[in-house]
Every structure is written in structure tokens, then in C-alpha cells.
């Protein structure tokens, strides 16, 4: 199986920052898209950004400028720096990995169990 442990969420005051990580482990062939999504009470789950193998990334419009996500390959892991946090992206965050087991494998989706992100006014 295949496991992603989430961590650096905590309680910040608006304008602060946080750095979230994502690390898989378990049976891993090679890892593709990347990504970190939220969930706020009371919301649907959304994304936030997402990052390719290579290194192409993708951001939600309310984060452009204030996040960045990256990844390390060798260690299968993504980041999200958020920097000039504000009250509305208080949320928990999950990361989320398109995972290839095997060679000529099929792709499947696992996700992180979230991090809570709380931003205070």
C-alpha cells in the first residue's frame, strides 16, 4: 500500500506563514501529479495547487501570489509554503498523489489524511 503523511499545519495570525509538507511511502513505482487541496467547514473540497513530475504547477486564483508548492522527487514529497495568510484560508489541507506501483502499472489517486490550517484575525 501506499501512505501520505501530512505535516505543518498549526494556528497562525493573518499575514503569517506556513509550510505544509507531504511525504508517500509504501510500494512506489514512480509518482506523478502532486497536489494540496482544502476543505473548510462547510465547503466542497478544493484545490489549491498541483504540480507535475516535472515541475509544471497550477494554482487556485485565491492563493496566486502567496503560494508556492514544490516537490522532491527523490524523497516523494511536496510542499506548499503559504505565505500572507488570511481568516479565509483557514481549512484543513490534503495532499494528494497520482501513485504508479508498477511499471506499465494503472495510475491511482491516494490522499493524505489533512492538516489543519487555522488563520486567525
Known amino acids: 500500500q501506499v501512505q501520505l503523511v501530512e505535516s505543518g499545519g498549526g494556528l497562525v495570525q493573518a499575514g503569517g506563514s506556513l509550510r505544509l509538507s507531504c511525504a508517500a511511502s509504501?510500494?512506489?513505482?514512480?509518482?506523478?501529479?502532486m497536489g494540496w487541496y482544502r476543505q473548510a467547514p462547510g465547503k466542497q473540497r478544493e484545490l489549491v495547487a498541483d504540480?507535475?513530475?516535472?515541475?509544471?504547477?497550477n494554482y487556485a486564483d485565491s492563493v496566486k501570489g502567496r503560494f508556492t508548492i514544490s516537490r522532491d522527487n527523490a524523497k516523494n514529497t511536496v510542499y506548499l509554503q503559504m505565505n500572507n495568510l488570511k481568516p479565509e484560508d483557514t481549512a484543513v489541507y490534503y495532499c494528494?498523489?497520482?501513485?504508479?506501483?508498477?511499471?506499465?502499472?494503472?495510475?491511482?489517486?491516494?490522499w493524505g489524511q489533512g492538516t489543519q490550517v487555522t488563520v486567525s484575525s
Open positions: 509504501g510500494r512506489i513505482f514512480s509518482i506523478n501529479a
Open positions: 494528494k498523489a497520482g501513485v504508479l506501483r508498477q511499471a506499465m502499472g494503472v495510475l491511482y489517486d491516494y
Open positions: 504540480i507535475t513530475r516535472g515541475g509544471n504547477t
